[in-house]
């Protein structure tokens, strides 16, 4: 029994009408989400880089053959708006791990790069981040992974439906001319 099955008990007892059963999963996986928060804080400040910064640098190492993105698709591809990236690529910038430039064409597109030292810190960071992720796994097998997996985006679908449900609808007018 672990401290998610001694809550689910106590309001059993507390409340036994109210329907706890959700606290089983998010219970759960809000400890799991702890532990891996700080174990991979840990490995970002060894390396002197924030999780967003590791974003930023991973999504370019990704994108290959270049490692280069526009801003718009850099923002599209780390869930960021662009100005909120402009910050995290200014940081990564003044760093040396990225360069900025425009479009020789369309001077409004600007086009963000890995330099080769931001792709050895990503490279490094990269490392032992997926080593630590894959360890926090522990004794679960493939199979546990994959069905795990799987479960888990059913989950975010399901989560994401809710709170689409529950965002307030557009509620403007159109004016009439």
């Keep these: 029994m672990d401290g998610v099955d001694v809550i689910v008990s106590h309001w059993a007892v507390a409340r ?4 706890v059963s959700g606290l089983k999963v998010f219970g759960r996986l809000h400890r799991s989400f702890l532990v891996y928060k700080t174990t991979i804080a840990a490995t ?5 880089i924030t999780d967003s910064g590791f974003d930023v640098l991973a999504c370019l190492r990704r994108s290959l053959p ?4 526009t801003a718009g ?15 995290r690529v200014k940081r990564l910038e003044d760093a040396g791990l990225v360069t900025r430039t425009r479009d020789a064409v369309d001077a409004r597109v600007v086009y963000v790069e890995i330099t080769p030292a931001g792709s050895a810190l990503v490279d490094a960071v990269a490392d032992e981040h997926f080593h630590k992720l894959n360890t926090m796994l522990g004794d679960l097998n493939e ?5 795990l997996a799987a479960l888990l ?20 007018v159109e004016a009439t001319p």
């Design 16 to 19: 036994p009408e109210l329907d």
């Design 44 to 48: 970002f400040e060894k390396y002197g």
């Design 66 to 69: 270049d490692h280069r993105l």
């Design 73 to 87: 698709e850099l923002a599209e591809q780390t869930l960021v708006t662009t100005g909120g990236l402009s910050l």
């Design 143 to 147: 199979d546990d992974v994959a069905t």
């Design 153 to 172: 985006g059913r989950l975010e679908h399901s989560a994401r439906a809710v709170e689409l449900a529950n965002s307030p609808s557009d509620t403007r």
